[in-house]
């Protein structure tokens, strides 16, 4: 059984690679994941690497689990569901594990696997609607990834968030804290509103797609500014900060617009979030952050094609 639910599980990723077509998912694979093992191996045996790796591993486990779908199905039809759960993340989850085995890091490697066990073990809560929902009329009301998104992920975001203000002791505790905000920021953009919610006040692509980007970007920016205001009190690290939070700018544009170069009326993109989540963890690595940026032309090219057959532009 086990077998058979990872062999759905590949399935599923071909069939959800029709989101943004076969080929373009294969050179985005080919472009990111020599970068994503280059950045594994260089960095996992350097502190804190081997820590922060296998913690973003464990909560991308986590955001996949949470949203499952099939466990009352599976539930069903065989007594221990919970076995095939953590059998099916360990094998997707071992070049990691084997890296840290390798790089003789063997505690590292046994919590990542209890972590995940632990994860299986945990029922995914299905999707209910809360009798006192949280009030973020301060957001806009276009900003709608938003406010479902922070009312899905508030708590995880405040456990994230908290961290960096322990940047006065040392930056690396805000950079670490940034990075896993924007992985939650960024995640909220793989959910595609209706087409109906896309098409209303008829906006053209360049102008829609132009102030998409700069209110979601702008509002981002303010988020992690204490963030980066707590990491510029070091002096030495003044210049890779601001390094750091432009890439972090980069990578909400690169969401926003890979969501619109593959939109498809309302449906979850779990090809969308398995490319930004990679995108985000290879980023930390300046020179890569630039060619995403170069990469995100071809992006907004392709958006803005989509999205003038969708919004029937005229210009």
């Given at each position: 059984?086990?077998?058979?639910?990872i062999?759905?599980?590949?399935?599923?990723?071909?069939?959800?690679?029709?989101?943004?077509g076969?080929f373009?998912?294969?050179?985005?694979?080919?472009?990111?994941?020599?970068?994503?093992?280059?950045?594994l191996?260089?960095?996992?045996?350097?502190?804190?690497w081997?820590?922060v790796?296998?913690?973003g591993?464990?909560?991308?486990?986590?955001?996949?689990?949470?949203?499952?779908?099939?466990?009352?199905?599976?539930?069903?039809?065989?007594?221990?569901?919970?076995?095939?759960f953590?059998?099916?993340?360990?094998?997707?989850?071992?070049?990691?594990?084997?890296?840290?085995f390798a790089?003789?890091?063997?505690?590292?490697?046994?919590?990542?696997?209890?972590?995940?066990?632990?994860?299986?073990?945990?029922?995914?809560?299905?999707?209910?609607?809360?009798p006192?929902?949280?009030?973020?009329?301060?957001?806009?009301?276009?900003m709608f990834?938003?406010?479902?998104?922070i009312?899905?992920?508030?708590?995880?975001?405040?456990?994230?968030?908290?961290?960096?203000?322990?940047?006065?002791?040392?930056?690396?505790?805000?950079?670490?804290?940034?990075l896993?905000?924007?992985?939650?920021?960024?995640?909220?953009?793989?959910?595609y509103?209706?087409?109906?919610?896309l098409?209303?006040?008829n906006?053209?692509?360049?102008?829609?797609?132009f102030?998409?980007?700069?209110?979601?970007?702008g509002?981002?920016?303010?988020?992690?500014?204490?963030?980066?205001?707590i990491?510029l009190?070091?002096?030495?690290?003044?210049l890779?900060?601001?390094g750091?939070?432009?890439?972090?700018?980069?990578?909400m544009?690169?969401?926003?617009?890979?969501?619109?170069?593959?939109?498809?009326?309302?449906?979850?993109?779990?090809?969308?979030?398995?490319?930004?989540?990679?995108?985000?963890?290879?980023?930390?690595?300046?020179?890569?952050?630039l060619?995403?940026?170069?990469?995100?032309?071809?992006?907004?090219?392709?958006a803005?094609?989509?999205?003038?057959?969708?919004?029937?532009?005229?210009?």
């Amino acid at each position: 059984m086990v077998r058979k639910v990872i062999l759905l599980r590949f399935l599923q990723l071909y069939r959800n690679s029709g989101d943004i077509g076969i080929f373009r998912a294969l050179f985005l694979l080919i472009f990111l994941l020599p970068l994503l093992i280059l950045f594994l191996v260089q960095r996992i045996s350097v502190h804190p690497w081997p820590l922060v790796i296998p913690a973003g591993v464990g909560y991308i486990t986590w955001l996949i689990h949470s949203r499952r779908q099939d466990y009352y199905f599976l539930a069903c039809i065989m007594p221990q569901p919970r076995k095939v759960f953590a059998a099916e993340y360990i094998f997707f989850t071992s070049p990691v594990i084997a890296l840290l085995f390798a790089k003789a890091l063997f505690f590292h490697a046994l919590a990542l696997t209890i972590l995940l066990i632990t994860i299986s073990f945990v029922v995914p809560a299905r999707a209910s609607v809360s009798p006192r929902p949280i009030k973020l009329s301060f957001i806009p009301s276009g900003m709608f990834e938003w406010k479902g998104g922070i009312r899905k992920n508030l708590v995880v975001l405040i456990l994230f968030y908290i961290p960096g203000f322990l940047g006065f002791y040392h930056p690396g505790f805000s950079a670490i804290s940034a990075l896993m905000v924007t992985l939650v920021f960024t995640s909220f953009y793989s959910e595609y509103e209706s087409r109906n919610m896309l098409c209303s006040g008829n906006p053209g692509p360049r102008r829609f797609l132009f102030y998409k980007i700069l209110r979601h970007t702008g509002c981002f920016a303010l988020v992690m500014m204490p963030l980066v205001g707590i990491a510029l009190i070091t002096p030495d690290s003044r210049l890779i900060t601001v390094g750091y939070f432009l890439a972090l700018m980069n990578l909400m544009v690169f969401s926003i617009l890979l969501k619109y170069y593959q939109y498809r009326p309302s449906v979850f993109s779990d090809a969308h979030q398995v490319l930004v989540t990679i995108t985000c963890l290879i980023s930390v690595i300046l020179s890569v952050a630039l060619l995403i940026a170069l990469f995100n032309l071809f992006l907004a090219a392709g958006a803005h094609n989509n999205l003038k057959n969708l919004l029937d532009d005229q210009n």
